[in-house]
T-cell receptor
């Protein structure tokens, strides 16, 4: 079992919709979770960074961690065509010293 | 300009050749990483480095060699390229193991094709 699982999509939604992107993880000891956004032919860029459980909001983006079910989510409100990208969840699975473990990424398409 | 740069952006090489991918960062971050990204596998860690002269294997190190004689540079060498090493390679750097509040900063990638 991969340490971080993510549905690759593609996920296609109309502009203005609320988008929900999700990951599950295997190890209950994981505490830090990140969401990266990757545009085509670009490197990933950090979008959200959360610690432990709860919600974190940044503009139209909300990251949510549910440690009881080992589930992390990213919500995008009022989605825009510019949000079309691949979204990757990540966690420092080895305590961080040996890098981040990434989900495979969900390809999101926002239809104008 | 501050940042992390990778070169070349695109590379085509033949099976069996040695090829080196370059990575340079200007922040003096202690930690540097090499990932490869493939359809169906996502990003997988090849090697990482906690400081100059300190490197360690990641998930998929076979066929790769790294060095880090200077903090700002972290080249990745494919000793004898194989078709299975056709991939997009990303270098990343970080000020801490967890990435701090900024996470890891990635370069723009090198698209390598082995023919």
């Amino acid at each position: 079992q991969k340490e971080v699982e993510q549905d690759p999509g593609p996920l296609s939604v109309p502009e203005g919709a609320i988008v929900s992107l999700n990951c599950t993880y295997s190890n209950s000891a994981f505490q830090y979770f990140m969401w990266y956004r990757q545009y085509s032919r670009k490197g990933p860029e950090l979008l959200m960074y959360t610690y432990s459980s709860g919600n974190k909001e940044d503009g139209r983006f909300t990251a949510q961690v549910d440690k009881s079910s080992k589930y992390i989510s990213l919500f995008i409100r009022d989605s825009q065509p510019s949000d079309s990208a691949t979204y990757l969840c990540a966690t420092p699975s080895g305590g961080g010293a040996d890098g981040l473990t990434f989900g495979k990424g969900t390809h999101l398409i926002i239809q104008p | 300009d501050a940042g992390i740069t990778q070169s070349p952006r695109y590379k085509i090489t033949e099976t069996g050749r040695q090829v080196t991918l370059m990575c340079h960062q200007t922040w003096s971050h202690s930690y540097m990483f090499w990932y490869r990204q493939d359809l169906g596998h996502g990003l997988r860690l090849i090697y990482y480095s906690a400081a100059a002269d300190i490197t360690d294997k990641g998930e998929v190190p076979d066929g790769y060699v790294v060095s880090r004689s200077k903090t700002e540079n972290f080249p990745l060498t494919l000793e004898s390229a194989t078709r299975s090493q056709t991939s997009v390679y990303f270098c990343a750097s970080s000020e801490s193991t967890m990435g701090g509040g900024r996470g890891y900063t990635f370069g723009s990638g090198t698209r390598l094709t082995v023919v």
